[in-house]
C-alpha cells in the first residue's frame, strides 16, 4: 500500500482546500482512508476516516461540518474537501490506512502512511 497526498498550500480564513490522497492500485477497495494533521508544536491529530466496505464516515468535532470525506475508486484516489478553513487548521496533513475496510478506533491501528502536505490558513 503506498499513499501520496497533494493538494496543500496557502488560503485565506474562510477558503477552501481539496486534498488528495494518491493510492497504490486497489488500496480503496479493501482499505478504509483516514486523515490527520499536525500542527507545529502539537501532537498529531485525527481528522477524518472513510470506510471503504459501507462509506461511512468519521469527523473530529473540530472539523465536522466543515471537511468532507470522499473517494474515487476509479482513480484510485481519496479527496478531504475542506471548507471554511480556519487559522488553526494550519498544519501538515497527512493521509493514511488501516489494514482493515473499517476506521478504526485507534491511530496506531492505521499502517500505512503517506508524505504529508502543508496547509497554511493565513491572511
Known amino acids: 500500500v503506498q499513499l501520496q497526498a497533494s493538494g496543500g498550500g496557502l488560503v485565506q480564513p474562510g477558503g477552501s482546500l481539496r486534498l488528495s490522497c494518491a493510492a497504490s492500485r486497489d488500496t480503496l477497495d479493501y482499505h478504509a482512508i483516514g486523515w490527520f494533521r499536525q500542527a507545529p508544536g502539537k501532537e498529531r491529530e485525527w481528522v477524518a476516516c472513510?470506510?471503504?466496505?459501507?462509506?461511512?464516515?468519521y469527523y473530529a468535532d473540530s472539523v465536522n461540518g466543515r471537511f468532507t470525506s470522499a473517494r474515487d475508486n476509479a482513480k484510485n484516489t481519496a479527496y478531504l474537501q475542506m471548507n471554511s478553513l480556519k487559522p488553526e487548521d494550519t498544519a501538515v496533513y497527512y493521509c493514511?490506512?488501516?489494514?482493515?475496510?473499517?476506521?478504526?478506533?485507534?491511530?496506531?491501528?492505521?499502517?500505512?502512511w503517506g508524505q504529508g502536505t502543508q496547509v497554511t490558513v493565513s491572511s
Open positions: 493514511a490506512a488501516p489494514r482493515s475496510s473499517m476506521c478504526p478506533g485507534t491511530s496506531s491501528e492505521y499502517a500505512y
Open positions: 472513510r470506510s471503504s466496505i459501507d462509506g461511512r464516515t
